[in-house]
């Protein structure tokens, strides 16, 4: 979608750390990242940064452009371009800012807002994971088509969108979220607080009775031996870590029946979060009085980073039943399969490319087209 359009829109990746601000046309980057420091507990310097990222970015294009769209995280009013409410890592804002009309007065031209997350999924919608999969069951000569997507974004905070049948679900208040979901061992924590950067450094001080460390990279690098540590606190971390999301992704696979992507910098650590994370989602509950075991999802699950899992998911499952007294048999395919897999393009990548689409599909909407 918009491949060969030469219309340029202004992105914004905005995370609680870094702003990183670019350009995209035709699905394509045209100006290498831009990052400033968010400065996200002071409301002036935060929208300085934001606004001076964009005249940066606009500096180096060859012509106006068509509009500003970008990623914001946490609960807003999207709609409406007004960052406000509980905005957990952007305590600035959590009066309201109408972010969207400051920066229209101030470039002149549309100005479009999202949720980081939601952005992320869109993107990887139309350019990353969904048509990744779904050439890969054509490859394999499968009819089947995956149409629906859950994404999240795993680094300072938790974020989560969706797009189903190719549209991005933003809800009726633009309120689609699973990181206030309860957490699985803290049921009056909310799911964030430990599926969260601080959360991997805080947990791996605990289980090293005391080691030090400044952020998750580093106890990645630990687990991975490239950094003095305790190995088995890092790499136990990773895997409380890929636990407690797995316990927030099957709650929202179990009412949206779609793939799951990953993205944000803690991917990295995938190798030791993909294993607890798949089993967590393959766990299973029981009945209140027989103790009878549930699977915890309908659907099998499956790591797509995995080649042996990934061309199991691939492989087509039919089977022929008989159509009752007729004589004739039909043949269908009983497996009910999703898979989770970690983004093929990147997070900043997809959240452009999301950003872009959805910048071009409303200005096509607003001429009528």
Not at 38 to 46: A, F, H
Not at 76 to 92: E, T
Not at 101 to 110: G, I, R
Request: charged letters at 25%; a neutral charge.
């Amino acid at each position: 979608m918009y491949s060969d359009d030469k219309r340029i829109v202004v992105t914004l990746d905005a995370g609680g750390t870094n702003f990183v601000f670019g350009a995209v046309q035709g699905n394509v980057q045209i100006v290498p990242d831009i990052a400033k420091k968010s400065n996200y507990e002071n409301l002036e310097k935060c929208i300085c940064s934001i606004r001076d990222g964009f005249a940066e970015v606009i500096s180096h294009l060859p012509e106006k452009p068509s509009a500003i769209s970008f990623a914001f995280p946490g609960p807003a009013d999207y709609p409406k371009g007004i960052i406000g409410g509980y905005v957990p890592n952007f305590p600035a804002f959590r009066k309201g800012v109408a972010l969207a009309d400051y920066l229209k007065e101030h470039f002149s031209v549309p100005v479009f807002i999202n949720n980081d997350a939601d952005l992320f999924v869109y993107g990887e919608s139309l350019a990353g994971t969904l048509p990744w999969v779904n050439s890969l069951l054509g490859d394999a000569g499968r009819k089947k088509r995956y149409r629906n997507l859950l994404g999240y974004t795993l680094g300072t905070g938790f974020g989560f969108g969706f797009v189903s049948g190719g549209h991005l679900h933003i809800g009726d208040n633009a309120c689609v979220e699973t990181f206030c979901l309860r957490n699985k061992e803290r049921t009056d924590v909310i799911a964030e607080d430990f599926v969260s950067a601080k959360f991997i450094v805080d947990e791996y001080e605990r289980l090293s009775s005391g080691d030090r460390v400044v952020e998750p990279k580093n106890v990645f690098e630990i687990a991975e031996g490239l950094r003095a540590g305790n190995v088995e606190a890092a790499k136990k971390t990773f895997e409380r870590y890929g636990m407690f999301v797995g316990d927030a992704v099957a709650t929202a696979v179990s009412l949206i029946d779609g793939l799951v992507v990953l993205g944000g910098g803690v991917t990295g650590a995938k190798k030791y979060i993909m294993p607890s994370l798949i089993s967590e989602m393959r766990s299973y509950l029981t009945r209140r009085k027989s103790g009878e075991k549930v699977p915890r999802l309908q659907t099998k699950v499956y790591n797509l980073e995995e080649a042996s899992e990934l061309a199991e998911f691939l492989r087509k499952d039919v089977v022929s039943i008989e159509v009752f007294g007729s004589g004739r048999t039909v043949s269908y395919n009983p497996s009910k399969k999703i898979g989770v897999c970690v983004s093929k393009i990147g997070a900043v990548r997809a959240v452009n490319i999301g950003a872009y689409s959805f910048a071009l599909d409303k200005l096509d909407s607003m001429a009528g087209k």
